[in-house]
């Protein structure tokens, strides 16, 4: 049997156990999870991919053990001949995964005869992930099924046929699905940490049966490697963007010391986003198109949008993913209002079409730019990108164009942003909507979303706006050009909560009147964490937070 690969919350573990199951922002209380009817499909998913056996399984109690057991040969009787839900493919081989990870755990003290419906539930998951799991899509759900099937198939006695099948298999997909670049379809740097874990698990799987890893997987994880460290803040989550949240902490350096990476030379970009840094500040742009195909449903309109982290706390960050909380909070979670960049008011710089499936939510992307540029320019006092779309070219005739500029200490960020009527057609464009509008001009927004830990106030007679970061730092925002400062609601969208957090957006509204409009903004940091505060403490949101059940 393999070692567990996965570390869950003990407290997450304790609340379980107690029969309180929070999955995908929706919290049920029952004993009897079988009987429940989903509140959503989402939740449906997350609870038959059994992902959350690894917080029971972390308790190392005997309570939580004999629940959870009690749990899993529950699931075997009723829905175990592959009748009723869970048997999507990437959600069979999450649970296959789960199942032969903590096996000694769901079979220990219990005899042979009792122990066997398990495995012989796992034998017909592992004959239906051969048969099936080339309808899993790509990306993500590809790789859960792939990697389930070969952990089955490495694992469990008389499925040793499906080894090297499993095994190629994986190594194609790595070859398709993973970019030259370590990117993957849907650009959302979650999914890529999964599919970076998978592949680390894969990778040991077949080193313990002493086969040779193929050299499909092992490029893969060296490419995902880089990229993933473009997309890391310096507080060690991922840039929330394109459905994609923080990660579970410490699961990126848990894989990278599995997969034994070496270090290599810093890169400034990846999967479509810019990174600038300096000292203990990160910035991370998301610098192209939204995602296209399949891959659209779960797109953000957030183009040129950016994220900043200073030390240990985020402080300018994206609202989130709104999938957990329904399907208006995920419609608005992905609208360009939402992000951290600029955009003219009633429209999202790209559009949504009609959802192909209601139920599940997810209408895509459409009608996004048709291009989106970056360049970067390196000095010895700092960084600077110049960034653009045409996301508003066809319904307004306008380009959004952005300049970031941070220094090398990492404490001063300098930014412009312009819309502006490029050419003659999209200046004849740009007339149109101001007629339309009776010369009133076409009004726009620069928002920028605080975290909820950032306490800010507006200064100076409403032309600057402080920020008290729980480190002790303090940040100060101004801006220079058209428009009225204010500090409005807005919301953070966190995995793992019952609700959205309260949070707030400086927000600078103005209105463009002729072919070009400009502002000017700088963040810079007006004092450090003192010297007599060491910022060492945690909310710790990811693991059970105290005042959860309060949102």
């Given at each position: 049997?393999?070692?567990?690969?996965?570390?869950?919350?003990?407290?997450?573990?304790k609340?379980?156990?107690?029969?309180?199951?929070?999955?995908?922002?929706?919290?049920?209380?029952?004993?009897?999870?079988?009987d429940?009817?989903?509140?959503?499909h989402?939740?449906?998913?997350?609870?038959?991919?059994?992902?959350?056996l690894?917080?029971?399984?972390?308790?190392?109690?005997?309570?939580?053990?004999?629940?959870?057991?009690?749990?899993?040969?529950?699931?075997?009787?009723?829905?175990?001949?592959?009748?009723?839900?869970?048997?999507?493919?990437?959600?069979?081989?999450?649970?296959?995964?789960?199942?032969?990870?903590?096996?000694?755990?769901?079979?220990?003290g219990?005899?042979?005869?009792?122990?066997?419906?398990?495995?012989?539930?796992?034998?017909?998951?592992?004959?239906?992930?051969?048969?099936?799991?080339?309808?899993?899509p790509?990306?993500?759900?590809?790789?859960?099924?792939?990697?389930?099937?070969?952990?089955?198939?490495?694992?469990l006695?008389?499925?040793?046929?499906?080894?090297?099948s499993?095994?190629?298999?994986?190594?194609?997909?790595?070859?398709?699905?993973?970019?030259?670049?370590?990117?993957?379809?849907?650009?959302?740097?979650?999914?890529?940490?999964?599919?970076?874990?998978?592949?680390?698990?894969?990778?040991?799987?077949?080193?313990?049966?002493?086969?040779?890893v193929?050299?499909?997987?092992?490029?893969?994880?060296g490419?995902?490697?880089?990229?993933?460290?473009?997309?890391?803040?310096?507080?060690?989550?991922?840039?929330?963007?394109?459905?994609?949240?923080?990660?579970?902490?410490?699961?990126?350096?848990?894989a990278?010391?599995?997969a034994?990476i070496p270090?290599?030379?810093?890169?400034?970009?990846?999967?479509g986003?810019?990174?600038?840094?300096?000292?203990?500040?990160?910035m991370?742009?998301?610098?192209?198109?939204?995602?296209?195909?399949?891959?659209?449903?779960?797109?953000?309109?957030?183009?040129?949008?950016?994220?900043?982290?200073s030390?240990?706390?985020?402080?300018?960050?994206?609202?989130?993913?709104?999938?957990?909380?329904?399907?208006?909070?995920?419609?608005?979670?992905?609208a360009?209002?939402?992000?951290?960049?600029?955009?003219?008011?009633?429209?999202?710089?790209?559009?949504?079409?009609?959802?192909?499936?209601?139920?599940?939510?997810?209408?895509?992307?459409?009608?996004?730019?048709?291009?989106?540029?970056?360049?970067?320019?390196?000095?010895?006092d700092?960084?600077?990108?110049?960034?653009?779309?045409?996301?508003?070219?066809?319904?307004?005739?306008?380009?959004?164009?952005?300049?970031?500029?941070?220094?090398?200490?990492?404490r001063?960020?300098?930014?412009?942003?312009?819309?502006?009527?490029?050419?003659?057609?999209?200046?004849?464009?740009?007339?149109?909507?101001?007629?339309?509008?009776?010369?009133?001009?076409?009004?726009?927004?620069?928002?920028?979303?605080?975290?909820?830990?950032?306490d800010?106030?507006v200064?100076?007679?409403?032309?600057?706006?402080?920020?008290?970061?729980?480190?002790?730092?303090?940040?100060?925002?101004?801006?220079?050009?058209?428009?009225?400062?204010?500090?409005?609601?807005?919301?953070?969208?966190?995995?793992g909560?019952?609700?959205?957090?309260?949070?707030?957006?400086?927000?600078?509204?103005?209105a463009?009147?002729?072919?070009?409009?400009?502002?000017?903004?700088?963040?810079?940091?007006?004092?450090?964490?003192?010297?007599?505060?060491?910022?060492?403490?945690r909310?710790?949101?990811?693991?059970?937070p105290?005042?959860?059940?309060?949102?």
């Amino acid at each position: 049997m393999p070692e567990p690969r996965t570390v869950g919350y003990f407290a997450r573990g304790k609340q379980l156990a107690a029969g309180n199951f929070l999955l995908a922002g929706h919290m049920v209380e029952t004993l009897q999870p079988w009987d429940i009817d989903p509140p959503s499909h989402g939740f449906a998913r997350e609870l038959h991919g059994f992902a959350w056996l690894d917080h029971m399984a972390s308790t190392g109690d005997p309570d939580a053990r004999l629940r959870a057991q009690g749990w899993v040969f529950d699931w075997i009787d009723r829905f175990g001949m592959a009748d009723g839900p869970g048997w999507d493919v990437d959600t069979t081989g999450s649970r296959v995964i789960r199942w032969i990870q903590h096996a000694i755990f769901l079979t220990s003290g219990r005899d042979g005869e009792e122990n066997r419906p398990f495995f012989a539930a796992l034998g017909r998951q592992t004959a239906f992930l051969a048969r099936r799991w080339r309808a899993a899509p790509e990306g993500l759900p590809r790789f859960e099924a792939l990697t389930g099937l070969l952990y089955a198939a490495f694992s469990l006695i008389g499925m040793e046929a499906h080894r090297d099948s499993a095994t190629s298999a994986l190594a194609s997909a790595c070859a398709d699905d993973i970019g030259a670049d370590g990117a993957i379809a849907s650009r959302n740097p979650e999914d890529l940490l999964e599919v970076f874990t998978l592949l680390t698990w894969a990778q040991l799987a077949l080193r313990d049966a002493d086969l040779t890893v193929p050299a499909q997987i092992d490029a893969a994880i060296g490419r995902i490697a880089p990229c993933l460290r473009v997309l890391r803040h310096s507080d060690g989550g991922l840039a929330r963007f394109h459905g994609g949240g923080r990660g579970m902490e410490g699961r990126f350096e848990y894989a990278l010391s599995a997969a034994a990476i070496p270090l290599a030379p810093k890169r400034h970009d990846a999967m479509g986003y810019a990174r600038l840094e300096g000292g203990r500040t990160t910035m991370i742009v998301d610098a192209a198109s939204p995602p296209g195909g399949s891959a659209a449903r779960a797109a953000h309109a957030s183009m040129l949008a950016f994220e900043l982290t200073s030390n240990r706390r985020p402080l300018i960050v994206s609202s989130g993913s709104g999938i957990p909380f329904g399907p208006e909070w995920e419609k608005a979670g992905r609208a360009t209002n939402s992000h951290s960049t600029l955009s003219i008011d009633g429209y999202s710089s790209a559009r949504f079409g009609k959802p192909t499936r209601p139920e599940e939510g997810g209408a895509p992307l459409v009608d996004g730019p048709q291009g989106v540029s970056l360049h970067r320019t390196d000095e010895k006092d700092g960084a600077s990108l110049l960034l653009s779309h045409d996301g508003y070219v066809a319904t307004h005739g306008l380009t959004h164009v952005r300049t970031l500029d941070l220094d090398r200490a990492g404490r001063v960020l300098l930014g412009e942003d312009i819309l502006v009527a490029h050419e003659p057609a999209h200046a004849q464009a740009f007339n149109r909507m101001l007629d339309a509008g009776k010369l009133r001009g076409i009004s726009y927004a620069l928002r920028f979303h605080l975290h909820p830990d950032v306490d800010p106030s507006v200064d100076m007679n409403g032309t600057a706006v402080s920020m008290a970061l729980l480190s002790g730092e303090i940040w100060v925002f101004r801006f220079d050009g058209p428009g009225r400062l204010t500090l409005e609601p807005s919301v953070y969208l966190e995995k793992g909560r019952l609700a959205p957090r309260p949070c707030q957006q400086i927000v600078i509204r103005a209105a463009i009147l002729d072919e070009s409009s400009q502002i000017n903004w700088t963040l810079a940091k007006a004092q450090d964490t003192p010297l007599a505060i060491r910022d060492i403490g945690r909310d710790d949101d990811l693991a059970m937070p105290r005042d959860m059940f309060k949102d």
